[in-house]
């Protein structure tokens, strides 16, 4: 039993990525903590129990006939164990289709991310005025303690590449412990009304950033016609999706710029560049305290600009002297995309769709569909490609991982079983347990309302190794029986003897995972033990518990039918003898 418990956890640390980082120490955590208890389980267990148990008489229980007549009754009719088994395992599969499939839920963030974005070319006094009634909102908001505020970009941050534009307003907003930050995002959301030229995104944010998910699609080429007209094709997709509540992408972003084209003949571009930038850009000429802080002082631009026409009427200093820029240069004012990708030293688009958590897989499924679709019937042309990228491609990715996590460990306990059980019918019967538990866990996500996500793909690796262990703790003790009794007979026994420690190993499971379904969830914690994990293993374990006492009888029964018959037979025939002298 531990060593197939074992062989679910160990695998885990094969994973790839950041998902090793997340699940890694947790499967060290628990392989570590299961080969100590076998220690003290084999050596501490015993002695102890031989000093403290010397004078206790062990109370006899009476005999149960409840259970043992039910399991009677379904050896002699194995069709009902059997077309349970076989909707049950239908009814896991329509199950797992109609859950959501999503990212890690973080209901309890620990801040929230709101953003006010205004058009380019926005006057800094309306942003201004926008903050200051974003912050008077957030004042009279229950739950928020504080807040922090940036304006377009700090000197700081940029160093690290972390660019925003001027035109847009970014709060982090701090919450009381215990807040539903979900519903003060959406309480947020609602005033959108009173920004009319801004658009007001609010979302929940924690340890790793916003939880903003959204579905990537990156559009390369050569020509940027043909990377345009694929990414509007891709727009218009993207638009009919269910799930999808909002596309954008960063050819959207326009913003108004000036280009300087300087005549060779008759100016140096250095010298104009130079001279446009000592008269527009303000000049630092010194620093003064103002309370205690050091503040720079600049001196303002020598001429205000604000058109393309002041430009061209701005008089430059050459080596000829003084001159009109519009008589050496052509200036030109164009509309280029706020933000610039380059992959592998070629100009991309990029499409983002923001898409419902819930629905975030099945949307990157129907997406990357479409998009292989379009690959083979060469909708963008031969030198024009999509790809699917974003933390869709992420969740998508570590479900898929977990998936093959979990089919390497169940061959691994295949193999245990074989080599320690030396049977193939036997090690398959232990096995007909999982499909139980799987009923079990997706029935318990769909009750709670909850998506299958990094946590509860965690909590269905565990079910795999403790349902196995009590499958075995039954398979194993009426193989021990079969060399002295018949088939049903060892049946029989094993169930009523094995009843209780099988019941109480899955009730003290049951019981300490419990607390988790009312623990407080903190998005900066990052926990992978939560409520998705407990809502699994809880409901997947009662439920196989009590299929497996009743199926796994019956299906270890059916696969020795031969050798049961004969038994019953030659049972049949001694007990008629028998009478028959009497």
Known sequence: STLTTVAVFLPMTLASGSLRDLIAPFAITITCSLLSSLLVALTVVPALSGRLM???????HKPKSFYPSVLRWSLNHK????????????????LFAMIPKGSVDQKDSAYLSVLLKYPNGAKFADIQEGLSKLETILSKQEGVTNNIVQVGNNADAAQFGELQDGNQVQFMVFLKEGVDSAKIAQALRKTKNQFPTAELIANTAGLMGENKTTVSVDVLGKNDSDIKKAADIIIKKLNTIKGVQKVESNDADKKPTVNITVDSKVANAEEVS?????MLQPAVIGNMKIDGRTTMVKLGALKEIRTSKDLENLEIFTQDGPVLLSKVAEVEQIEQPGTLYSKDGQHYLQVNATVDPKKMVNVAGEINKQLLTWDKDKTF???TSAELTGSSMQSTDDLMELA??????????????????????????????????AIGSLLGLVVSKSSIDI???????????????????????????????????????????????????????????VPLLFAHESAMSMNLVSKGLAVVVIFGLIVST???????PTFYELFHFRKAKKQRVKKG??????EFSI
Do not use: C, Y
Request: glycine fraction near 6%; charge should be positive.
């Open 546 to 552: 009590l299929l497996t006492l009743i199926v796994i």
């Open 455 to 513: 946590s509860s793909g965690i909590g269905m690796l565990m079910l795999v190794g403790i349902v196995v262990t009590n499958a075995i703790v039954l398979v194993d003790r009426i193989r021990h029986n079969e060399e002295n009794m018949t088939i049903r007979e060892a049946i029989m026994e094993a169930g009523t003897v094995r009843l209780r420690p099988i019941l109480m190993t899955a009730l003290a499971t049951v019981f300490a995972m």
């Open 381 to 383: 042309g031969n030198e």
């Open 54 to 60: 010397k004078n206790v008489k062990t109370k006899e």
């Open 573 to 578: 025939t001694e007990e008629n003898h028998n």
């Open 79 to 94: 069709w009902l164990p059997i077309v349970l088994s076989v909707v049950v395992v239908i009814g896991a599969v329509g």
């Open 274 to 278: 130079g001279s446009l930038q000592a």
């Open 404 to 437: 093959k996590l979990a089919m390497f460990s169940i061959g691994i306990v295949f193999m245990i079983l074989l080599i320690t059980l030396k049977s193939f019918r036997a090690s398959f019967a232990i096995l007909l347990s999982l499909p139980l538990a």
